[in-house]
Protein backbone atom coordinates (compact mmCIF):
# COMPACT_ATOMS: atom_id res chain seq x y z
CA UNK A 1 0.00 0.00 0.00
CA UNK A 2 1.30 3.14 -1.18
CA UNK A 3 2.63 5.68 2.05
CA UNK A 4 3.24 9.19 1.97
CA UNK A 5 5.97 8.89 4.61
CA UNK A 6 5.08 12.14 5.92
CA UNK A 7 4.07 13.96 8.99
CA UNK A 8 0.14 14.39 10.28
CA UNK A 9 -2.33 14.79 9.51
CA UNK A 10 -2.82 18.26 10.93
CA UNK A 11 -5.67 21.32 11.08
CA UNK A 12 -4.87 22.95 7.50
CA UNK A 13 -4.75 26.45 9.14
CA UNK A 14 -1.96 29.16 8.75
CA UNK A 15 -1.80 28.53 12.75
CA UNK A 16 -1.42 25.20 12.45
CA UNK A 17 1.22 25.29 10.16
CA UNK A 18 3.24 27.96 11.74
CA UNK A 19 3.08 25.25 15.37
CA UNK A 20 4.47 22.24 13.27
CA UNK A 21 6.46 23.39 10.01
CA UNK A 22 9.40 24.97 12.30
CA UNK A 23 12.31 24.65 9.85
CA UNK A 24 13.05 26.57 6.76
CA UNK A 25 13.36 23.74 3.87
CA UNK A 26 12.85 21.83 1.06
CA UNK A 27 9.61 19.58 1.39
CA UNK A 28 6.68 17.95 0.47
CA UNK A 29 2.97 18.43 1.48
CA UNK A 30 0.01 16.64 0.80
CA UNK A 31 -3.50 18.36 1.15
CA UNK A 32 -6.87 16.29 1.64
CA UNK A 33 -9.36 15.46 4.68
CA UNK A 34 -9.43 12.49 7.21
CA UNK A 35 -12.58 10.29 7.31
CA UNK A 36 -14.51 9.77 10.23
CA UNK A 37 -11.94 6.34 11.21
CA UNK A 38 -9.08 8.74 10.76
CA UNK A 39 -8.42 7.91 7.24
CA UNK A 40 -6.51 10.78 5.42
CA UNK A 41 -7.46 11.21 2.04
CA UNK A 42 -5.05 12.45 -0.58
CA UNK A 43 -6.60 15.11 -2.67
CA UNK A 44 -3.20 17.45 -3.99
CA UNK A 45 0.07 16.50 -3.47
CA UNK A 46 2.95 19.14 -4.07
CA UNK A 47 6.56 20.34 -3.03
CA UNK A 48 8.57 23.55 -2.05
CA UNK A 49 12.09 24.35 -3.33
CA UNK A 50 13.23 25.79 -0.52
CA UNK A 51 10.78 26.77 2.42
CA UNK A 52 7.59 24.03 2.91
CA UNK A 53 6.26 26.23 5.72
CA UNK A 54 5.55 29.31 3.13
CA UNK A 55 3.95 26.79 0.07
CA UNK A 56 1.50 25.24 2.32
CA UNK A 57 0.41 29.27 3.43
CA UNK A 58 0.47 29.85 -0.26
CA UNK A 59 -2.37 27.24 -0.70
CA UNK A 60 -4.38 27.85 2.03
CA UNK A 61 -7.89 27.08 0.97
CA UNK A 62 -11.55 25.86 2.65
CA UNK A 63 -11.43 23.26 0.43
CA UNK A 64 -9.20 20.92 2.16
CA UNK A 65 -8.69 20.28 6.10
CA UNK A 66 -6.14 18.72 6.42
CA UNK A 67 -2.33 18.59 5.57
CA UNK A 68 0.45 16.54 6.07
CA UNK A 69 4.22 17.63 5.47
CA UNK A 70 7.82 16.43 5.76
CA UNK A 71 11.01 18.28 4.94
CA UNK A 72 13.46 16.90 2.25
CA UNK A 73 17.05 16.73 1.79
CA UNK A 74 17.21 18.83 -1.70
CA UNK A 75 15.14 20.35 -3.98
CA UNK A 76 15.75 17.11 -6.12
CA UNK A 77 14.63 14.91 -3.36
CA UNK A 78 11.80 17.25 -2.59
CA UNK A 79 10.42 16.95 -6.69
CA UNK A 80 11.42 13.20 -6.59
CA UNK A 81 9.26 12.41 -3.45
CA UNK A 82 6.45 14.56 -5.24
CA UNK A 83 6.79 12.33 -8.50
CA UNK A 84 6.12 9.53 -6.49
CA UNK A 85 3.19 11.01 -3.88
CA UNK A 86 1.47 12.39 -7.42
CA UNK A 87 1.73 8.68 -8.89
CA UNK A 88 0.79 6.92 -5.88
CA UNK A 89 -2.29 8.45 -4.76
CA UNK A 90 -4.19 9.06 -7.99
CA UNK A 91 -1.83 10.98 -10.76
CA UNK A 92 -4.89 12.95 -12.27
CA UNK A 93 -7.67 11.66 -10.17
CA UNK A 94 -5.99 14.20 -7.71
CA UNK A 95 -6.92 17.79 -7.65
CA UNK A 96 -3.81 18.42 -9.35
CA UNK A 97 -4.21 19.54 -12.88
CA UNK A 98 -0.88 18.52 -14.36
CA UNK A 99 2.02 16.21 -13.45
CA UNK A 100 4.57 17.92 -11.04
CA UNK A 101 6.43 20.16 -12.91
CA UNK A 102 10.36 20.10 -12.57
CA UNK A 103 12.48 23.46 -11.33
CA UNK A 104 13.15 25.41 -14.11
CA UNK A 105 17.05 24.81 -16.01
CA UNK A 106 17.35 21.26 -13.98
CA UNK A 107 16.90 18.42 -16.54
CA UNK A 108 15.10 16.24 -13.67
CA UNK A 109 13.20 13.34 -14.87
CA UNK A 110 10.18 11.77 -13.17
CA UNK A 111 11.27 8.24 -11.42
CA UNK A 112 7.81 6.81 -12.08
CA UNK A 113 6.54 8.00 -15.62
CA UNK A 114 10.08 9.62 -17.47
CA UNK A 115 7.40 12.26 -18.62
CA UNK A 116 10.22 14.51 -19.62
CA UNK A 117 11.80 12.52 -22.06
ZN1 LIG B 1 5.67 10.84 -13.60
Given at each position: ?21 TI ?13 DG ?69 WK ?8
Amino acid sequence: MATLEMEGPYIFTSSEIDRVVTITSPGNYALGYTKDDGTFIVRYVGRSDGDVNRELKARLTNKYSKFKYSYATSPKAAFEKECHNYHDFGGSALDNQMHPSRPAGSNWKCPVCDIFD
